[in-house]
């Protein structure tokens, strides 16, 4: 099986920055595994934000997070980043980590990753 488990959140002013940490832990190689980052806020459905194939070499954003928000991978870590800068209160909701198995696709539908975080709050204030 496979753990995930996010942390970084927290409550942060109208254009400040966090960075999120999943840590992946399992009986298989983390570098087999397409990494995504989505998010729920309340009243609304859970969204993509982002994801990075298992060599970093490919990454997809949602269009609401390009050009403020990046992710990137340590493989050696078994870790998956989510740099947050610019972030504006629409950017508040809970913040999941999941996992892929099907590794050779960035895939953006939530339905087809495999395992998930519980999550981390991030609450931007205006």
């Known amino acids: 099986q496979v753990q995930l488990v996010e942390s970084g959140g927290g409550l942060v002013q109208a254009g400040g920055s966090l960075r999120l940490s999943c840590a992946f832990s399992?009986?298989?190689?983390?570098?087999?595994?397409?990494m995504g980052w989505f998010r729920q806020a309340p009243g609304k459905e859970r969204e993509f934000v982002a994801a990075?194939?298992?060599?970093?070499?490919?990454?997809r954003y949602a269009d609401s997070v390009k050009g403020r928000f990046s992710i990137s991978r340590d493989n050696a870590k078994n870790t998956v980043y989510l740099q947050m800068n610019n972030l504006q209160p629409e950017d508040t909701a809970v913040y999941y980590c999941?996992?892929?198995?099907?590794?050779?696709?960035?895939?953006?539908?939530?339905?087809?990753?495999?395992?998930w975080g519980r999550g981390t709050q991030v609450t931007v204030s205006s």
């Open positions: 999941a996992a892929d198995s099907f590794g050779s696709v960035v895939r953006t539908a939530g339905g087809l990753y495999d395992y």
């Open positions: 399992g009986r298989t190689s983390f570098s087999r595994y397409v």
């Open positions: 990075i194939h298992w060599s970093g070499s490919r990454i």
